[in-house]
């Protein structure tokens, strides 16, 4: 069975860092796009950042130069790293993995998803 785990979610204050992780298991991680998206409270899902079966990156523009996307498919893992961070990041985080970009894609409409975890930014 197909499943995605996120965890490394938490209260941290403006300015501070954390690093998601999104586990997968009961298949490879190695063919899959992997998208991160998250769900404010009262807002649409939007989706935050992708990175294709290759490494190609992409992110939406409010989070550029402060999240970095990365993939360890040994460890059948992504990672959302996440630094200065800020209140408007406030949200449940969630991973989703899809086949249907290819080596060199990746965007935002997804087959699997995991279950979210919460990031809270706030002093």
């Known amino acids: 069975q197909l499943q995605l785990v996120e965890s490394g979610g938490g209260l941290v204050q403006p300015g501070g860092s954390l690093r998601l992780s999104c586990a997968a298991s009961?298949?490879?991680?190695?063919?899959?796009?992997i998208g991160w998206f998250r769900q404010a409270p009262g807002k649409e899902r939007e989706g935050v950042s992708c990175?294709?079966?290759?490494?190609?990156?992409d992110y939406t523009d409010s989070v550029k130069g402060r999240f970095t996307i990365s993939r360890d498919n040994a460890k059948n893992t992504v990672y959302l790293q996440m630094n200065s961070l800020k209140p408007e990041d406030t949200a449940v985080y969630y991973c989703?993995?899809?086949?249907?970009?290819?080596?060199?894609?990746?965007?935002?409409?997804?087959?699997?998803w995991g279950q979210g975890t919460q990031v809270t930014v706030s002093s």
């Open positions: 009961g298949f490879s991680l190695d063919y899959y796009a």
């Open positions: 990175i294709s079966s290759s490494g190609s990156t």
């Open positions: 989703a993995a899809d086949r249907r970009y290819g080596s060199y894609w990746c965007g935002y409409e997804y087959d699997y």
